[in-house]
T-cell receptor
Framework: GQNIDQPTEMTATEGAIVQINCTYQTSGFNGLFWYQQHAGEAPTFLSYNVLDGLEEKGRFSSFLSRSKGYSYLLLKELQMKDSASYLCAVRDSNYQLIWGAGTKLIIKP | EAEVAQSPRYKITEKSQAVAFWCDPISGHATLYWYRQILGQGPELLVQFQDESVVDDSQLPKDRFSAERLKGVDSTLKIQPAELGDSAMYLC????????????????FGPGTRLTVL
């Protein structure tokens, strides 16, 4: 079967750095997405990786290792507004998105 | 900035009643998705349209759920009759879904409809 694993919840301090990991086992691979979802709201697109390496977008970076079936989302200079769930999703060989359950990130002052 | 529109934002209904949700995708997006999301879980795909055709409805409970996208633009998802277990967030998303960029095809979500069945 297809599976995506993320930690259920993480806590970090305002101004710090946090890394949210995602491991996947899917039928084929056509890219990995990260979405941010604030409580009660819809997911918003953050990043896309299809090649190995690091993609940087301001305070957010996303890393991919296809050989290890592993990605992480790195958030720097954490702000209170970064408190949200972060969803990892993988596009499989049929171009279908397989979603993880999300990681709830709690930021403390 | 173009957005996916959904209505209503909130719906409270009693079990056995019928409910309907509406979605208007970003203009020019050929692919439309309906998802159900239960608190603490990732989105679960219910149905995917490419223009007016259903591409995937394998997870749609067809005894009570129906979806249509008659003119290949906006879409309606219906539940009849609603059950207590249908309480969830119903999300609509759209993507370009055409051409050679399928791998990078990014889904953009509407604000969702929060359904509560009493």
């Amino acid at each position: 079967g297809q599976n995506i694993d993320q930690p259920t919840e993480m806590t970090a301090t305002e101004g710090a750095i946090v890394q949210i990991n995602c491991t996947y086992q899917t039928s084929g691979f056509n890219g990995l997405f990260w979405y941010q979802q604030h409580a009660g709201e819809a997911p918003t697109f953050l990043s896309y990786n299809v090649l190995d390496g690091l993609e940087e977008k301001g305070r957010f970076s996303s890393f991919l290792s296809r050989s290890k079936g592993y990605s992480y989302l790195l958030l720097k200079e954490l702000q209170m507004k970064d408190s949200a769930s972060y969803l990892c999703a993988v596009r499989d060989s049929n171009y279908q998105l397989i979603w993880g359950a999300g990681t709830k990130l709690i930021i403390k002052p | 900035e173009a957005e996916v529109a959904q209505s209503p934002r909130y719906k409270i209904t009693e079990k056995s009643q019928a409910v309907a949700f509406w979605c208007d995708p970003i203009s020019g997006h050929a692919t439309l998705y309906w998802y159900r999301q239960i608190l603490g879980q990732g989105p679960e795909l219910l149905v995917q349209f490419q223009d007016e055709s259903v591409v995937d409805d394998s997870q749609l409970p067809k005894d009570r759920f129906s979806a249509e996208r008659l003119k290949g633009v906006d879409s309606t998802l219906k539940i009849q009759p609603a059950e207590l277990g249908d309480s969830a967030m119903y999300l609509c998303a759209s993507s370009l879904g055409q051409g050679e960029g399928l791998a990078t095809d990014t889904q953009y979500f509407g604000p969702g409809t929060r359904l509560t069945v009493l």
